[in-house]
């Protein structure tokens, strides 16, 4: 696939997305409908393709490896996202951290927020960005830089500003933008094990991570 037809993919699922949270006959589905474009695009490009789910890193062979790196970064990095984000909540807005979680008004229990975030967010998220836009632009990267054992090149970067842009479509919030970093953190994830579980549970768990921490913010 030539460059270009990636970002026209792209566009074309953006802005399915926008339509979608326009319309109010899709809005209460609206999360189903951006689940769906991002699992099936990518399955349609394949289908065109005549190539296997292998080609963007969906496979059985390095999951255990792509797992257990996930889990080890996690619990590298929470802890010190923790701090960080309890330091900036007391100082920009002076709220402090309980240990009284209290989960936002119409999430439902932790289990069925845990398992709305996986697959309806962190499966889905993952499949398009780092199993296609990521593959199918890293085929072209002219230089690769070595970090940490995963070869890393522009598509990384590219695939995280989309990443990025993606999370302004419904909700533009400057500070969505943030997920750039994280994004980073997948990106490298995909790259170090030809596998996207890692970035699937990665993704899971810092989004877990953030929802709780947010319900013990006072």
Same mark, same amino acid.
């Given at each position: 696939?030539?460059?270009?037809?990636?970002?026209?993919?792209?566009?074309?699922?953006?802005?399915?997305?926008?339509?979608?949270?326009?319309?109010?006959?899709?809005?209460?589905?609206?999360?189903?409908?951006?689940?769906?474009?991002?699992?099936?695009?990518?399955?349609?490009?394949?289908?065109?393709?005549?190539?296997?789910?292998?080609?963007?890193?969906?496979? /059985?062979?390095?999951?255990?490896?792509?797992? %257990? @790196?996930?889990?080890?970064? #996690?619990? &590298?990095?929470?802890? =010190?996202? *923790?701090?960080?984000?309890?330091?900036?909540?007391?100082h920009f807005y002076?709220?402090?951290?309980?240990?009284?979680?209290?989960?936002p008004a119409g999430?439902?229990?932790?289990?069925?927020?845990?398992?709305?975030?996986?697959?309806?967010?962190?499966?889905?998220?993952?499949?398009?960005?780092?199993?296609?836009?990521?593959?199918?632009?890293?085929?072209?990267? /002219?230089?690769?830089?070595?970090v940490l054992g %995963? @070869?890393?090149?522009?598509? #990384?970067? &590219?695939?995280?500003? =989309?990443? *990025?842009?993606?999370?302004?479509?419904?909700?533009?919030?400057?500070?969505?933008?943030?997920?750039?970093?994280?994004?980073?953190?997948?990106?490298?994830?995909?790259?170090?094990?030809?596998?996207?579980?890692?970035?699937?549970?990665?993704?899971?768990?810092?989004?877990?991570?953030?929802?709780?921490?947010?319900?013990?913010?006072?």
């Open positions: 696939m030539k460059r270009y037809q990636v970002y026209m993919v792209y566009a074309i699922v953006m802005l399915a997305i926008f339509a979608a949270s326009r319309l109010s006959v899709l809005k209460p589905d609206l999360g189903i409908v951006v689940a769906a474009l991002f699992l099936y695009t990518p399955v349609a490009v394949l289908l065109i393709k005549k190539q296997p789910p292998s080609l963007y890193g969906i496979r /059985g062979k390095g999951m255990a490896r792509s797992l %257990a @790196r996930a889990l080890l970064l #996690a619990a &590298i990095v929470f802890p =010190l996202y *923790a701090v960080g984000f309890s330091l900036y909540m007391k002076n709220l402090v951290l309980t240990f009284r979680p209290a989960w999430t439902g229990r932790p289990l069925g927020l845990a398992l709305n975030g996986l697959l309806m967010v962190a499966i889905p998220e993952e499949v398009f960005y780092r199993g296609y836009m990521q593959s199918e632009t890293g085929r072209r990267d /002219g230089r690769k830089i070595s %995963a @070869r890393l090149g522009m598509s #990384a970067l &590219i695939t995280n500003a =989309l990443f *990025a842009a993606g999370h302004l479509i419904v909700i533009p919030n400057v500070l969505r933008l943030a997920v750039f970093f994280p994004g980073i953190a997948f990106s490298w994830l995909r790259e170090r094990d030809d596998n996207i579980a890692g970035p699937v549970v990665f993704h899971w768990l810092s989004n877990m991570l953030s929802l709780f921490l947010f319900s013990l913010l006072r």
